[in-house]
Nanobody
Framework: QLQLAESGGGLVQAGGSLRLSCVVS????????MGWFRQAPGKEREGVSC????????YYATSVKGRFTISRDNAKNTVYLQMNSLKPEDTALYYC????????????????????WGQGTQVTVSS
Protein backbone atom coordinates (compact mmCIF):
# COMPACT_ATOMS: atom_id res chain seq x y z
CA GLN A 1 0.00 0.00 0.00
CA LEU A 2 1.44 3.30 -1.11
CA GLN A 3 1.66 6.01 1.54
CA LEU A 4 2.39 9.69 1.06
CA ALA A 5 3.52 12.14 3.71
CA GLU A 6 3.72 15.88 3.08
CA SER A 7 5.79 18.35 5.07
CA GLY A 8 7.22 21.83 4.76
CA GLY A 9 4.12 23.93 5.20
CA GLY A 10 3.96 26.87 7.53
CA LEU A 11 3.25 30.56 7.97
CA VAL A 12 5.08 32.94 5.67
CA GLN A 13 4.72 36.58 4.67
CA ALA A 14 3.63 37.55 1.21
CA GLY A 15 6.59 37.43 -1.14
CA GLY A 16 8.26 34.67 0.82
CA SER A 17 9.08 31.10 -0.13
CA LEU A 18 8.39 27.59 1.09
CA ARG A 19 9.41 24.17 -0.16
CA LEU A 20 6.95 21.36 0.30
CA SER A 21 8.12 17.76 0.37
CA CYS A 22 6.17 14.58 -0.23
CA VAL A 23 7.81 11.33 0.81
CA VAL A 24 6.47 8.18 -0.82
CA SER A 25 6.68 4.83 0.92
CA UNK A 26 5.44 1.37 0.06
CA UNK A 27 6.64 1.53 -3.51
CA UNK A 28 9.28 3.18 -5.62
CA UNK A 29 8.66 6.66 -6.88
CA UNK A 30 10.04 6.19 -10.37
CA UNK A 31 6.89 4.56 -11.73
CA UNK A 32 4.52 7.14 -10.25
CA UNK A 33 3.13 10.30 -11.74
CA MET A 34 2.84 12.82 -8.94
CA GLY A 35 0.60 15.80 -8.40
CA TRP A 36 0.18 18.65 -5.96
CA PHE A 37 -3.28 19.92 -5.14
CA ARG A 38 -4.60 22.50 -2.70
CA GLN A 39 -7.84 23.29 -0.97
CA ALA A 40 -8.67 26.61 0.62
CA PRO A 41 -11.48 26.95 3.18
CA GLY A 42 -14.86 26.94 1.48
CA LYS A 43 -13.37 26.09 -1.91
CA GLU A 44 -13.00 22.96 -3.98
CA ARG A 45 -9.71 21.13 -4.21
CA GLU A 46 -7.75 22.32 -7.22
CA GLY A 47 -4.75 21.09 -9.14
CA VAL A 48 -1.55 23.06 -8.67
CA SER A 49 1.13 21.08 -10.46
CA CYS A 50 2.06 17.61 -11.65
CA UNK A 51 5.06 15.75 -12.98
CA UNK A 52 5.03 12.69 -15.19
CA UNK A 53 6.55 9.37 -14.21
CA UNK A 54 9.20 9.93 -16.88
CA UNK A 55 10.07 13.30 -15.34
CA UNK A 56 9.80 14.78 -18.84
CA UNK A 57 6.44 16.50 -18.54
CA UNK A 58 5.23 19.02 -15.97
CA TYR A 59 2.10 21.07 -15.58
CA TYR A 60 1.34 24.21 -13.61
CA ALA A 61 -1.95 25.92 -12.94
CA THR A 62 -2.09 29.39 -14.43
CA SER A 63 -2.26 30.93 -10.97
CA VAL A 64 1.13 29.51 -9.95
CA LYS A 65 3.01 29.38 -13.24
CA GLY A 66 6.36 31.13 -12.97
CA ARG A 67 6.30 31.02 -9.17
CA PHE A 68 6.10 27.31 -8.30
CA THR A 69 8.42 24.51 -9.43
CA ILE A 70 7.78 20.79 -9.09
CA SER A 71 10.64 18.31 -9.00
CA ARG A 72 11.33 14.76 -7.93
CA ASP A 73 14.24 12.84 -6.45
CA ASN A 74 13.57 9.18 -7.13
CA ALA A 75 16.56 8.11 -5.04
CA LYS A 76 14.94 9.75 -2.02
CA ASN A 77 11.39 8.77 -3.00
CA THR A 78 10.49 12.42 -2.61
CA VAL A 79 8.64 14.99 -4.68
CA TYR A 80 9.07 18.69 -4.02
CA LEU A 81 7.08 21.82 -4.67
CA GLN A 82 9.19 24.96 -4.48
CA MET A 83 6.90 27.92 -3.94
CA ASN A 84 8.28 31.43 -4.45
CA SER A 85 6.68 34.88 -4.42
CA LEU A 86 3.86 33.54 -2.30
CA LYS A 87 0.58 35.44 -2.18
CA PRO A 88 -2.21 35.42 0.39
CA GLU A 89 -4.39 33.62 -2.15
CA ASP A 90 -1.96 30.69 -2.03
CA THR A 91 -3.16 29.96 1.50
CA ALA A 92 -4.55 26.43 1.54
CA LEU A 93 -4.05 22.86 2.65
CA TYR A 94 -1.65 21.34 0.14
CA TYR A 95 -1.87 17.66 -0.79
CA CYS A 96 0.36 15.42 -2.84
CA UNK A 97 -1.07 12.56 -4.85
CA UNK A 98 0.28 9.59 -6.78
CA UNK A 99 -0.79 7.27 -9.55
CA UNK A 100 0.88 4.65 -11.72
CA UNK A 101 0.00 6.02 -15.15
CA UNK A 102 -0.65 4.14 -18.36
CA UNK A 103 1.69 6.48 -20.21
CA UNK A 104 4.90 7.50 -18.48
CA UNK A 105 4.99 10.81 -20.35
CA UNK A 106 1.54 11.84 -19.22
CA UNK A 107 0.99 14.32 -16.41
CA UNK A 108 -2.46 13.74 -14.87
CA UNK A 109 -4.18 16.97 -13.85
CA UNK A 110 -7.54 15.77 -12.58
CA UNK A 111 -8.32 14.88 -8.98
CA UNK A 112 -10.06 11.65 -9.99
CA UNK A 113 -6.98 10.47 -11.89
CA UNK A 114 -5.00 9.87 -8.71
CA UNK A 115 -5.19 6.76 -6.54
CA UNK A 116 -3.20 7.76 -3.47
CA TRP A 117 -3.26 10.89 -1.36
CA GLY A 118 -1.38 12.33 1.57
CA GLN A 119 -2.93 14.03 4.59
CA GLY A 120 -1.91 17.51 3.57
CA THR A 121 0.30 20.29 4.90
CA GLN A 122 -1.01 23.75 5.71
CA VAL A 123 0.39 26.79 3.96
CA THR A 124 -0.63 30.20 5.28
CA VAL A 125 0.53 33.39 3.59
CA SER A 126 0.01 36.63 5.48
CA SER A 127 -0.36 39.98 3.77
Amino acid sequence: QLQLAESGGGLVQAGGSLRLSCVVSGSTLDNQAMGWFRQAPGKEREGVSCISASDAVTYYATSVKGRFTISRDNAKNTVYLQMNSLKPEDTALYYCAAVVPIYRNRCPVGITEYDYWGQGTQVTVSS
